[in-house]
């Protein structure tokens, strides 16, 4: 099979411009027949590094990676919009690129004029332009529109006049990168459809995006660029899994050392509400454990009669392993560490489980599980054990309390800490329950779903 891009050995500098850097005069990048070379290694910075795959006529490719890593570098060079520092870049075929909002409209202008400017930046005739001028208008969405100034789009018009002009002059290769995300969901599904419809004409599509869903959809092989180089080269599934796992594990290691912070701060009595308790008037009116008095012009993050104290809270896995990063369906133990001050035998121990929104997820506590309190005293240990805490993907806060049964608080943490969770399938919510699809004998489907047997 004949290759549409090949990219190999492929290196991209920019220099640096920011005060303190040096700067290349013209004379002497004539004299060293470069902008950046001769500089040293701190004046520049370098976007992509090493860099190379094919591509062949025919499939759909796609990168993934974090913001910063060099995809949209990648494919301004790939367009001919950018020239690389170092190796070599092969592209063959027609080429229509989407990469940048807005980039080649002119802003005062209207709509239809910078279809035929864009249609003959990408190779078309006047002729051409005429001649499916009607399709790229009904396609775009934007009849009553198409005479303003594109000044006076909205980002999501843009992007519609953009993809309708590039997927109109028949290019042999697309590159299109983010900017998809900006349309609204009816467009988007227009975008996909034409996307799959390209591709079935045996045409080669390159695909930026942040969406993995969209991804492993349409691409045949991805890449993962990472600070500029390549981190994998592979099957979609694999790579975009490869990606899942090093992203949760970054967030788990950010979520501990936000932990660790607010623990210190605890400790240390700097935290936000720390030692703050509620005024006598607040107890006496019945304040609950997770609502503070609501006269309080600024809530407290903490507060409590101080006769008991939480002093940690941890987040383990099935192995005992700390870990604020989890898969939904895995065993989860909440470990809360406690201190009493003094003997107490009216005592109940709770989580709360929220979302930034302050939606009450799931709480539970000793007293609602109908335990009945006896003697606490020094300090212990008490763990909450979930052999499947089934929560939808997203990020969740935890209030942990040591109170008394009839709710007056010894030590109350709000957002304690945080943590996040993803899915191994796909759903809508925040709670994940176990379940299976019963279908009568009318309904056939041609392949069993992946997710079939999940309960």
């Known amino acids: 099979m004949s290759v549409s891009i090949r990219v190999d050995g492929l290196h991209k500098s920019y220099l640096r ?8 005069t013209l004379k002497s990048a004539l004299l060293q027949r470069s902008l950046v070379g001769g500089h040293r290694a701190e004046d520049t910075i370098l976007a992509l590094e090493d860099v190379s795959f ?19 570098t990648l494919l301004k060079i790939l367009a001919g919009m950018l020239q690389p520092t170092a190796g070599s870049v092969e592209v063959s075929g027609r080429v229509a690129a989407l990469i940048e909002l807005g980039a080649g409209f002119h802003p005062e202008i209207s709509g239809r004029e910078n279809i035929y400017i864009n249609g003959a930046v ?26 303003e100034p594109v000044k006076n789009y909205s980002s999501g018009m843009y992007v519609r006049l953009g993809f309708a002009v590039a997927i109109h002059t028949d290019p042999e290769i697309l590159l ?14 227009r975008c996909l459809r034409r996307i799959e419809e390209f591709l079935a004409k045996g045409n080669t599509l390159l695909l930026v995006s942040h969406s993995l869903d969209t991804i492993e959809r349409f691409s045949d092989e991805v890449l993962w660029l990472e600070k500029g180089r390549n981190r994998l080269l592979g099957s979609p599934r694999r790579v975009t ?11 788990g290691q950010a979520h501990l050392a936000a932990k660790e912070a607010r623990q210190r701060e605890l400790e240390e009595g700097t935290g936000p509400g720390a030692g703050e308790a509620p005024d006598d008037e607040g107890l006496q009116a019945g304040l609950s454990p997770g609502k503070p008095d609501s006269r ?38 909440f470990e809360i560490e406690v201190e009493a001050h003094q003997e107490l035998n009216d005592f109940v121990f709770g989580i709360g489980v929220f979302t930034p929104r302050e939606v009450e997820v799931w709480g539970m506590n000793t007293g609602l599980s109908g335990y009945v309190s006896g003697r606490l005293q020094g300090r212990t240990k008490v763990r909450l054990v979930c052999p499947a805490l089934r929560l939808g993907p997203g990020e969740y806060l935890l209030d942990v ?7 007056y608080p010894y030590d109350y943490h709000r957002r304690f800490l945080s943590f996040s969770m993803t899915a191994g399938s796909r759903g809508v919510g925040v709670y994940f329950p176990r379940y299976r699809w019963e279908f009568d004998e009318a309904v056939h489907w041609e392949s069993p779903s992946p997710e079939d047997g999940r309960d």
């Open 296 to 333: 309080r012009t600024e809530e407290p993050r903490r507060w409590g009669s101080g006769e008991a104290e939480v002093l940690g809270v941890r987040l383990l896995d099935a192995n005992g392993q700390e870990r604020y990063h989890l898969v939904s369906g895995e065993e989860v133990c």
């Open 54 to 72: 094919t591509v062949e006529k025919g499939t759909a490719f796609g990168v993934i990676g974090s913001n910063g890593s060099g995809k949209s």
């Open 122 to 147: 990408l190779g078309l005739s006047r002729k051409e332009i005429d001649r499916r001028y009607d399709d790229i208008v009904e396609f775009s969405g934007l009849a009553d529109f198409i005479e």
């Open 17 to 24: 411009t920011a005060p303190g850097f040096r700067l290349r």
């Open 401 to 407: 309390a040591v109170h008394a049964r009839d709710g």
């Open 176 to 189: 299109v990168d983010e900017v998809l995300a900006v349309g609204d969901e009816a467009f988007q599904h």
């Open 241 to 251: 899994d490869a990606y899942r796992l090093a992203v949760a594990d970054r967030e």
